[in-house]
């Protein structure tokens, strides 16, 4: 195994990032301004000190303070431009952002004015960084409003809203009614749903009954599979069904997930080639996608390859179309890939020559990996 990539070649790889919260990677300069302006005590006027706070207090207090100011057009146009510049900083080519446009309702909004306000700011990004920013429209499946996101969802579907996220409560159980008739919208529309699920059984109807295209790293993935002896690991049916159908895990740092959250699962699942797929969740918590990587190859013993495939995974897991994926991929993903690689072994080699022999094995956004 080589030695893991540094922060310098993380940071300069395409990256692509399934999943990300507008609302918890907010500057905390911005934050600090948005307070001011409403009027609003964070505790601290230092950026620092807030940063500390967002990242180890609780997790429902991070959401209510962020959601609080975040409450007029200007506020979150202003946040959505600063997370796709951060993004980009960070060489983050393709993000799929979620959206929780309820969050956000006040000062005369709507759900489709919180939604255009987002889209105005992912625009002002776009025309300033090499990055694209899509929106996932997110849910919780308790919400009196969830039937109305999920009509929100499908009417923006032509305006940049590329999927449909459900996030469940705890303890899990069976969807609440009201968040399955927002399921059977989305599904009917067609529209790529992510779910969230806690247990076996609410992640076995996740996959078969609600059609999820990708799962939330709270999937209990890793309990289903049998490590007990020395032999080949053993999958039982929900870790089958997730691996042959090539269903995203969207993996994520921070440790607020308790299905699949530890980097040794990362590795265990990496290894026995699931498509898991390497995200912040919350920034405030996991800091940027390359510091998440880093940490991950460190504690992994994963190297520049492996984070590779991580970054195809995602690509081809992207609620893109086909042509938009193989763009992605094509030309995006492998030619930063092959640049970055040349930069972490000290070689000159010329994109053009090694690119043929690395089409052959990974440009399928369909392929068998």
């Given at each position: 195994?080589?030695?893991p990539?540094?922060?310098?070649?993380?940071?300069?790889?395409?990256?692509v990032?399934?999943?990300?919260?507008?609302?918890?990677?907010?500057?905390?300069?911005?934050?600090?301004?948005?307070?001011?302006e409403?009027g609003?005590?964070?505790?601290?006027?230092?950026?620092?000190?807030?940063?500390?706070?967002?990242?180890?207090?609780?997790i429902?207090?991070?959401?209510?303070?962020?959601?609080?100011?975040?409450?007029?057009?200007?506020?979150?146009?202003?946040?959505?431009?600063?997370?796709?510049?951060?993004?980009?900083a960070?060489?983050?080519?393709?993000a799929?952002?979620?959206?929780?446009?309820?969050?956000?309702?006040?000062?005369?909004?709507?759900?489709?004015?919180?939604?255009?306000?987002?889209f105005?700011?992912?625009?002002?990004?776009?025309?300033?960084?090499?990055?694209?920013?899509?929106?996932?429209?997110?849910?919780?499946?308790?919400?009196?409003?969830?039937?109305?996101?999920?009509?929100?969802?499908?009417?923006?579907r032509?305006?940049?809203?590329?999927?449909?996220?459900?996030?469940?409560?705890y303890?899990?159980?069976?969807p609440?009614?009201?968040?399955?008739?927002?399921?059977?919208?989305?599904?009917?529309?067609?529209?790529?749903?992510?779910?969230?699920?806690?247990?076996?059984?609410?992640?076995?109807?996740?996959?078969?009954?609600?059609?999820?295209?990708?799962?939330?790293?709270?999937?209990?993935?890793?309990?289903?599979?049998?490590?007990?002896?020395?032999s080949?690991?053993?999958?039982?049916?929900?870790?089958s069904?997730?691996?042959?159908?090539?269903?995203?895990?969207?993996?994520?740092?921070?440790?607020?997930?308790?299905?699949?959250?530890?980097?040794?699962?990362?590795?265990?699942?990496?290894?026995?080639?699931?498509?898991?797929?390497?995200?912040?969740?919350?920034?405030?918590?996991?800091?940027?996608?390359?510091?998440?990587?880093?940490?991950?190859?460190?504690?992994?013993?994963?190297?520049?390859?492996?984070?590779?495939?991580?970054?195809?995974?995602?690509?081809?897991?992207?609620?893109?179309?086909?042509?938009e994926?193989?763009?992605?991929?094509?030309?995006?993903?492998?030619?930063?890939?092959?640049?970055?690689?040349?930069?972490?072994?000290?070689?000159?080699?010329?994109?053009?020559?090694?690119?043929?022999?690395?089409?052959?094995?990974?440009?399928?956004?369909?392929?068998?990996?």
């Amino acid at each position: 195994m080589s030695s893991p990539p540094s922060l310098t070649e993380l940071r300069t790889l395409p990256k692509v990032l399934l999943r990300d919260r507008l609302d918890a990677g907010v500057r905390p300069s911005t934050l600090l301004d948005l307070a001011a302006e409403a009027g609003v005590d964070l505790g601290t006027a230092d950026p620092r000190a807030l940063h500390r706070q967002l990242a180890t207090g609780p997790i429902e207090e991070l959401h209510a303070a962020t959601g609080e100011l975040l409450r007029t057009r200007d506020s979150i146009v202003r946040v959505a431009r600063e997370c796709g510049l951060d993004l980009a900083a960070d060489g983050v080519v393709h993000a799929e952002v979620q959206v929780h446009p309820e969050h956000h309702l006040g000062a005369g909004l709507t759900l489709d004015t919180v939604l255009g306000a987002a889209f105005e700011g992912f625009h002002l990004a776009m025309a300033a960084a090499p990055i694209d920013l899509r929106i996932v429209c997110a849910a919780h499946e308790t919400s009196e409003h969830i039937e109305d996101l999920a009509h929100l969802a499908i009417r923006w579907r032509d305006g940049g809203v590329v999927g449909f996220a459900l996030e469940t409560a705890y303890p899990h159980g069976h969807p609440p009614a009201r968040a399955q008739a927002a399921l059977a919208l989305v599904r009917a529309a067609h529209l790529p749903i992510t779910i969230d699920a806690g247990d076996k059984e609410t992640a076995g109807m996740t996959v078969t009954e609600h059609g999820a295209r990708r799962l939330g790293p709270s999937v209990p993935v890793i309990s289903d599979i049998d490590r007990s002896d020395d032999s080949e690991p053993t999958l039982g049916p929900l870790a089958s069904e997730v691996r042959d159908r090539r269903l995203a895990i969207e993996w994520c740092a921070g440790g607020t997930h308790p299905g699949t959250s530890t980097v040794d699962d990362l590795r265990q699942l990496h290894d026995l080639r699931f498509r898991v797929t390497v995200n912040t969740g919350e920034r405030h918590r996991s800091g940027p996608l390359s510091e998440v990587l880093a940490r991950v190859c460190e504690e992994g013993d994963l190297d520049l390859r492996d984070v590779e495939q991580l970054q195809l995974n995602a690509a081809k897991s992207a609620f893109l179309h086909f042509d938009e994926r193989v763009h992605l991929i094509e030309d995006r993903i492998i030619p930063g890939a092959l640049a970055s690689r040349s930069l972490g072994l000290g070689r000159s080699a010329k994109v053009a020559e090694l690119a043929p022999a690395e089409r052959g094995r990974a440009t399928n956004p369909g392929d068998a990996r």
